[in-house]
């Protein structure tokens, strides 16, 4: 249902509906993505030759038409419990990737919030993270 209206949107505003854009649109919608970079490295399994300006253009379009808000894709919230696998991306500096399952980024944010003496017995039930507005290129 949410695909055929985000489709008639996109349609009213006079965009052609490629088989790359119903791909991108597709995995928005089945995957809660953290970020553009970790929808074009989910589609990039599916299409090489996609761009990652193609997938900034989708979601800037998608969420120019109101079908997505940035705000909310930065969401996360597993349980200890929860066993999907590849519930978060980290990127470092030097370019390598870690994909972590949702037990295991549970267990790294329950082992940092203790070693810093937020927790103690609690569960970790959700965590939002802002993306940086810094003026800066690099925080």
């Avoid at 696998?85 to 944010?109: F, M």
Wanted: with cysteine; glycine share 4%.
């Amino acid at each position: 249902m949410q695909r055929e209206i985000i489709l008639t949107k996109l349609k009213e505003k006079g965009c052609r509906i490629t088989k790359q854009r119903l791909r991108l649109i597709d995995i928005i919608l089945q995957h809660e993505c953290s970020s553009c970079k970790e929808i074009f490295y989910r589609a990039l399994e599916e299409d090489d030759k996609l761009g990652v300006a193609t997938v900034y253009r989708m979601v800037n379009l998608l969420e120019e038409i109101g079908a997505i808000s940035r705000k909310n894709m930065y969401k996360v919230a597993y349980s200890e419990n929860c066993m999907m696998e590849n519930a978060c991306t980290i990127e470092l500096d030097d370019g390598s990737i870690h994909h972590l399952s949702a037990k295991k980024w549970n267990s790294v944010i329950r082992a940092g919030l203790k070693s810093c003496g937020y927790l103690a017995d609690q569960k970790v039930t959700n965590v939002t993270i802002k993306p940086c507005e810094c003026a800066e290129q690099v925080c």
